[in-house]
């Protein structure tokens, strides 16, 4: 088992600036590939970013890309997701994943998760 706790949620005025934390505990941190997911009211879980186990390999979603950056602390057992230029679109409650194996991460999204923590709540006012 892995568990994820997320943290630095807000709410914050378009154009601000947020870093989420994913803190994990449980089974080796650096086995497990990391993304990002988010959930905006109303809408379905979405795709925000992917890790690999050892930051080789980053992959955005298009609607994120060049504003976010994810990155992780193997040694504090921690995933980020630094968001910049936020805009109101990007309002959501935002869920880190770990999964074992990064190909299924971009491969299968959401599906391809095997933990997944309970979300902070990020809104952006316009």
């Known amino acids: 088992q892995v568990q994820l706790v997320e943290s630095g949620g807000g709410l914050v005025q378009a154009g601000d600036s947020l870093r989420l934390s994913c803190a994990t505990s449980g089974r080796t941190f650096s086995n497990y590939a990391m993304g990002w997911f988010r959930q905006a009211p109303g809408k379905e879980r979405e795709f925000v970013a992917a890790i690999s186990s050892y930051s080789v390999v980053t992959y955005y979603a298009d609607s994120v890309k060049g504003r976010f950056t994810i990155s992780r602390d193997n040694a504090k057992n921690t995933v980020y997701l630094q968001m910049n230029s936020l805009k109101p679109e990007d309002t959501a409650a935002y869920s880190c994943?770990?999964?074992?194996?990064?190909?299924?991460?971009?491969?299968?999204?959401?599906?391809?998760?095997?933990?997944w923590g309970k979300g902070t709540l990020v809104t952006v006012s316009s």
């Open positions: 994943a770990a999964a074992r194996y990064y190909n299924d991460v971009v491969a299968r999204g959401a599906d391809g998760m095997d933990y």
